[in-house]
Every structure is written in C-alpha cells, then in structure tokens.
C-alpha cells in the first residue's frame, strides 16, 4: 500500500530531516485526499453517490463487485458503494465525537493534574490508572447493558476509555512547560498566573495533542463499528459502517464483500490519518528542534 | 530484601489493591445508581420482553426483597465490595448461576487464545524488526511500514479476510466454532498482527537508538558479525519499552479476544460477556468487568517485576 511504504521510520534527526520530509509527500497527499474524500461524503453523500442507500432491488441480490456495482449488493440488492458513501456522516460523528469527549476529559483531569502538582496531582494520577483497568470495549460492553445501546452510549464509551491515555500525555507536557524558562520569565515580569496559564502553559501543551487527536478519530471508529460489529452498536438498517459490518455477518460464507468493504472504509480513513498525523507531528517536532 | 525494597513492593501492592477497589466502585455505581429502576428491568427480562413495561409495587416487592434492591444504596455496596474481597462477583439474573461459575466453564480457550496471541505478537514483532531496523532505506521503510498497517488493523476485519481467504476459499482451517488446536492458529494470528505492529513501532525507535550507543561500536569492534550484536547487545536494551507496554496492551488484547471470539465463533469469555450484554444481564457483564480489570493490575504489577529482571540496573536503585 502506497501509505504505508511512504512512510519513514520515526525519529528522524537533524540532516536526515528533509530527505524524510520530501519522501512523505505523495503518501501525506493520498491521505489527505482519502480524508476529504469521507468528509465530503459526510457532508454531502449525493454528490459521490447518485443513487438511494435504501433502495431495495430484488433482480439484484448478492452481486459480487463489479462495474455497475464497485462494491458489490447486500441481501436486499441495495448498492453497497451508495451505503458505505452514506453511512460515512453517522460513522465520522462517532469518531470525531468520542474524541472530543476524549479530550474534554483529557484536558481536565491532565491539565489540572501537571497544574497544581503535588497531593492533586497524585490522585489524579491514580484516577487516570483506573480508567487504564478499564479496557475500551469492556466499559462499552458496560455502558450497553446497563443503558442499551445506541449511538450516544457508543460515543461516552469509546470517549471516556481513550480519555486516561491521552491525559497521561497533557498532564506530563503541561509539566514540562509549566518548568520551561518562558513561562518562569513571565512570572518573573509579574503577569497574573491566569494569564501565564492561558497565554503561554496551555497553548504550548496543547501542541502535540493536536497529533493525538488526528490518530485518535480513526481509533475511535475502529472501536466504535467493532461494538455495532457485535451487534451492540447503530442497529443495521442503518448504513453505518459498523452497522454494515453488523449486517453482513451472516452472509460472509457466499458474500465477503459485505464485511470487506464497509471495513476498507474504515481502514483507509484510519491509516490516512495516522499518515497525516506522524506527517504532523514530524512538522511540529521539526519547527520546536530548529 | 532491603527495608526499602520491601516498602516499595508494598506500596506497589498497596496502590494496586487501591486500583482494584476503585474499578469496583465505579462499576457498582455505573450498574445500581445509573440504571433506573433493576427490579423492573429484571422482571421484564424474565418475561422475555425487551420493551419496557411497568410494573406494580406488588409485582415488585419479591425481586427486591431476593435481589436487595430495597435496602439503602450503601449497604448494598458494602455487600458487593465485601463479596468482591471474598471472591464473590455476583450472580447472573439470567442463568442464575455466579459468575465465577459461569465464567470458569469457558475460561480456557480465551486463555490459550490471549497467551498464544501474546507470544506470537513478540515472535513476529521481534523478527520483523532484527531483519529490518537499519537496514537501508528500502528495507527500513518497509518494515515500519508493515508495523503502521498492521498496528491500524481492526481485528474483526483482518479476522474475516484471514477466515474468508485459508478456511472458505482455501479450506486450510476449518471455519468456525472449532476449539482445537488447528482452531486456534487463525484466531491467534489475527489477535497478533495488530499487537506486533503496536508493539513494533516502539521497540524498533529504541532499536535504532541502541544501535548507535558505543557499547554496540566496541562489541562490532572486537569483530562480532552483525546479526550477533544485534540479537545479544541490542535487543536486550530494546525491548524494555515493548515489556512496560505489553502489559498496558493487555487491555486492548482483551478487547481484541472478544472481537476475535465473535468472528470465528469461538466459546470464551468474550463470547459469554457479548450475549449478556446483548440480553442486558447487567450482573454478569459487571462481574466479568472487575475481573478483566483484576488481571490487568495484576498482570502489570508482573510486568514491574520482569523489568527488573530483564534491566539488572533497576535492582540496585
């Protein structure tokens, strides 16, 4: 896969910088093309797709994939491509929704953890250490039976379990600034606390996190369609890509195309934006080394 | 043992016990304070239906009295934190069984899946990486591009490609529901390409960090051939962060066995947690919930000790 061999080791230093830079391009350029792709899909379906995700047509059943159909037809002969072009919208709102909720908590519990230090810091410290005993798809599991699934138990869960991993990181980057020569300068010039917090430790410490969040989406969807995979997650009729997933699991002796596909989706926009955020990263370390 | 070492292997206990009562807590108030109203649930479980319906205090009055649903909320969690110190996780509504019961029939297979899924993990992770870090742009480039593929894979995809391909098309592996031995080679391979590209992109950063230290120049200096420094002097030093995460992958192994069950139909723990959830057997999930937690503090409380074993400078400290 053309994204994946573009990619260069991580830890690239000094000379060995730009060479890195010019041999990611055309793999960053790709992903960012996939990315927008399912974005525009999520936005306006219609335009990618002319037909209905729900039309039914019986003289159609099953057809492996081909010219009138990229991505072949389910049960019902509804067009396959059309449905995952469709369910994209739900998809990317879990995704893009867990990870905010992921990073609300995130920010709270790090940022007041790496603030104040000391006793604070240690049971916040702790706090994050539980939600680690909770791994993701057992708190969903949780989440399901005790409130029944749907789309909003979906997005607390897979939020709140990737919350401890990235609080762990703003708690230590929040830490490091908050020692960092600039920030005991403006303290020094006498600006109120608030200000240096807002101003200098907050905007700082929130640089890498913008690498996690791009990473994190992806993951986010990833767990998301493996809970509607176990038929926990959006009930099928639903062309949600773990809704569809859900739904081809009794056909995939005699049609594999109705698990592969919908999942393709979700592994190209996953890997895209790992791409872009390691493409990310590598920029912002290299602006902070220079 | 040193006075110091033993206060901090207590302390250590100590703060993984705190771990475990916390889990408890939260999952005992997720399930009794967030849930409305258990005994009418329970009732409309029982008869099967899965609107719900209301019911009369009449009607309710024994399921609270059986369940304790009606003494006050701290007592109950006394009752169910005391059970957990005893080992007592709870009862299905369903099967009216303990979970330990319930749980103890399928334990194995989830067991001999993890396990066997852990070690291949290292196995593909650690070949991939001697063969690969360093090797000159193309090589390199493509062992940690296989690492970033595989580390994004979900496992119920890779488990139905690698199910579609060598047990329908091939017929190699039997398909589905089979808990031998041959039954056990995809399932396991899908649980271990993810968890080794995981654990490969971090392991291999360290790799090539080592391979520059001045103890790697003097052994190729004393005219040791390549693939010796590599697998005596490297990989020792490379492999610490990959142990530390192991442990905290657990999590993700597990949630990956559940996935994994699912596609081939395997009997597990996985398999037992699921269609509770499905049916809302909110006790069952619950109890399988502390535990999962249980072994995960436990296991990374022995992921403490094998750092100390396979990294002697930290004994001394």
Redesign the interface.
């Known amino acids: ?1 053309s ?9 690239r230093r000094g000379l060995e910088l730009p060479r890195a830079a010019t041999l990611l391009r055309p793999g960053v350029i790709l992903a960012g093309l996939v990315v927008a792709f399912f974005v525009v899909a999520a936005i306006a379906p219609a335009l990618l797709s002319s037909g209905d995700p729900d039309k039914i047509n019986l003289d159609a059943v099953l057809q492996p994939p081909a010219i009138d159909h990229v991505f072949g037809t389910d049960q019902s002969g509804r067009d396959l491509y059309t449905r995952v072009i469709y369910g994209a919208r739900e998809s990317l709102l879990i995704g893009f929704g867990a990870t905010a909720l992921a990073m609300v908590l995130a920010i709270a519990l790090g940022g007041v953890a790496g603030l104040a230090g000391g006793v604070v810091d240690g049971v916040v410290n ?2 994050i ?2 939600l ?8 969903a ?8 699934p749907s789309v909003r138990t979906e997005i607390i869960a897979v939020g709140i379990s990737s919350a401890p991993g990235y609080a762990r990181m703003i708690r230590g980057q929040v830490m490091a600034v908050r020692d960092s020569g600039y920030v005991e300068a403006a303290r020094a010039l006498g600006h109120p606390y608030g200000r240096v917090v807002g101003v200098h430790i907050f905007p700082n410490a929130m640089r890498p996190l913008v690498v996690v969040a791009t990473l994190g989406v ?1 993951q986010s969807i ?2 998301a ?2 809970l509607a ?4 997650g959006v009930p099928p009729p639903s062309p949600e890509w773990g809704a569809l ?1 859900d739904a081809g699991r009794d056909y ?2 005699k049609a ?1 195309w109705l ?2 596909m919908p ?2 989706a ?2 190209l926009f ?2 895209s934006l ?2 872009i955020g ?1 493409w990310l990263q590598r920029r912002l370390e290299g602006g902070t080394a220079r | 043992m040193s006075a110091v070492k033993a206060k901090r292997a207590l302390l250590r206990i100590l ?1 993984a016990l ?3 009562w ?2 408890a807590t ?2 005992f108030f ?2 009794a304070g ?2 409305g109203n258990r005994a009418e649930a329970l009732l409309n479980q029982m008869a099967g239906t899965t609107r719900s319906v209301e019911r009369t205090p009449a009607e309710l009055a024994p399921i609270n009295r059986e369940y304790g649903f009606d003494k006050p909320l701290m007592t109950q969690y006394v009752e169910y934190i005391g059970g957990i110190a005893r080992g007592d996780f709870g009862r299905s509504y369903l099967q009216h069984q303990s979970v330990l019961t319930i749980i103890s029939r399928q334990v194995g297979p989830t067991i001999a899946l993890t396990v066997s899924a852990l070690v291949l993990a290292w196995l593909i992770m650690l070949t991939r990486i001697v063969v690969t ?1 360093r090797r000159g742009r193309f090589l ?3 062992g ?3 690492e ?2 595989s580390a ?6 890779l488990g ?2 690698l ?2 391909i060598f047990a ?1 098309d091939l017929q190699i592996f039997p ?1 589905q529901g089979e808990t031998s031995l041959v039954g056990l080679v995809l399932p396991a391979i899908t649980l271990a390409i993810p968890l080794s590209g995981f654990l490969g ?1 971090v392991t ?2 360290e790799f ?2 080592v391979l520059e230290q001045p103890f790697v120049v003097s052994a190729r200096t004393r005219g040791m051939g390549d693939l010796a420094v590599r697998l005596r002097h490297v990989l020792r030093h490379a492999v610490l962060p990959a142990i530390t995460l192991s442990g ?1 992958a ?3 192994l ?2 990956g066995a ?2 994994v069950e ?1 596609v081939f139909a395997r009997p597990g723990v996985g398999n037992i ?2 269609s ?3 049916s ?3 006790p069952l ?2 109890g ?2 502390v535990l ?2 249980i072994v ?2 436990i296991a990374n409380l022995l992921v403490d000790i094998a750092y100390t074993v396979v990294d002697p400078r930290l004994r001394s400290t």
């Open positions: 896969m994204v994946a061999t573009a990619d260069p080791p991580v830890l702790r706090g250490e539980v680690f005993a909770f791994p993701v798809l057992m708190l599991l949780l989440f399901v039976a005790v409130f029944g992806g990833v767990w369609s493996g995979f176990l038929g926990l997933l995939i002796t594999w698990e592969v999942g393709l979700i592994v996953a890997l790992t791409t390691r | 703060g705190l771990v475990i916390a889990v939260i999952t997720v399930e967030l849930s870090a390199t480039g493509f940690s591009g296989v970033i593929v994004g894979l979900p496992t119920y995809w139905v490609i199910l579609v329908i398909v992109q291999r950063d090539e960090k905290w657990l999590g993700a597990i949630s559940v996935l699912a947690i699921v509770a959830a499905q809302r057997d909110v999930v619950s399988i919930v999962v937690a995960y503090v």
